[in-house]
Nanobody, 123 residues
């Protein structure tokens, strides 16, 4: 069981990036999937989550209106679309999962983590 995050990079303020989270050995549709980020010297911050069955989404206030989380079941992938990026969005972004069948985002227990992908927003 492994989560794999990709798609990070360097982008200018106001730009966009799309991160991908793929699952190896598990079907992501069955689980709540989230993104957590950590900036240098700061605590980890939960950013977004998408529930399993009804695909309800939850966003941190700091990213509402700019970030979107979605699923592509055929590709067993969860995407994080990031628009209007700001320098304060710079962080390592981790794809995480609550490996309980049909878990949701109300009180997730993210017990599976992928390796992070670096997002740097700078001019």
């Amino acid at each position: 069981v492994q989560l794999q995050a990709s798609g990070g990079g360097l982008v200018q303020p106001g730009g966009s990036l799309r991160l991908s989270c793929t699952g190896s050995g598990l079907t992501l549709d069955y689980y709540a999937i989230g993104w957590i980020r950590q900036a240098p010297g700061q605590e980890r911050l939960w950013v977004l989550c998408i529930s399993s069955r009804d695909e309800t989404t939850h966003y941190a206030d700091s990213v509402k209106g700019r970030f979107t989380i979605s699923r592509d079941s055929a590709k067993n992938t969860v995407y994080l679309q990031m628009n209007s990026l700001k320098p304060e969005d710079t962080a390592v972004y981790y794809c995480v999962a609550d490996l309980v069948y049909y878990s949701d985002c109300m009180a997730p227990n993210f017990n599976s983590w992928g390796q992070g992908t670096q997002v740097t927003v700078s001019s």
